[in-house]
């Protein structure tokens, strides 16, 4: 994103990616993992290679790793809930960019506007 040089171009890019900050649909900051299984026995078909697949996920709580398995019905809606997290950190990202340009160019400014009275 670059990042506009004037205060009031900033603050006008601001007010736009602040008004799509709201989440749209639930957020999930977790890891979706794939995970091919056996079961362990040998006279299974699993184990001549026909591993069934099973969807996780996984975060971090208090410094541990956790995890959930996430039933196959279920699989599209936790795709959607992740990409919304994604877009919405993404955003707060750029929010933030321009918050910070926003204060280093108050003084330059500041001073332009003192020099013109």
């Given amino acids: 994103m670059k990042t506009?040089?004037?205060?009031?171009?900033?603050q006008r890019a601001l007010g736009a990616r602040q008004k799509r900050l709201q989440a749209q649909s639930p957020v999930l900051a977790a890891s979706l993992v794939t995970v091919h299984r056996t079961c362990g026995?040998?006279?299974c078909r699993c184990a001549q290679g026909h591993k069934p697949v099973g969807h996780y996920l996984t975060w971090k709580e208090h410094?541990?790793?956790r995890s959930a398995y996430v039933p196959q019905a279920l699989l599209p809606q936790v795709q959607q809930w992740?990409?919304?997290y994604r877009r919405l950190k993404r955003l707060?990202?750029?929010v933030s960019q321009l918050s910070l340009a926003l204060v280093q160019?108050?003084?330059t400014h500041q001073r332009?506007?003192?020099g013109r009275s």
């Fill in 4 to 10: 506009p040089a004037h205060p009031t171009l900033i």
């Fill in 41 to 43: 026995q040998p006279s």
């Fill in 63 to 65: 410094g541990k790793t």
């Fill in 82 to 84: 992740q990409l919304e």
């Fill in 92 to 94: 707060l990202a750029e």
């Fill in 105 to 107: 160019t108050h003084t």
């Fill in 112 to 114: 332009r506007q003192a």
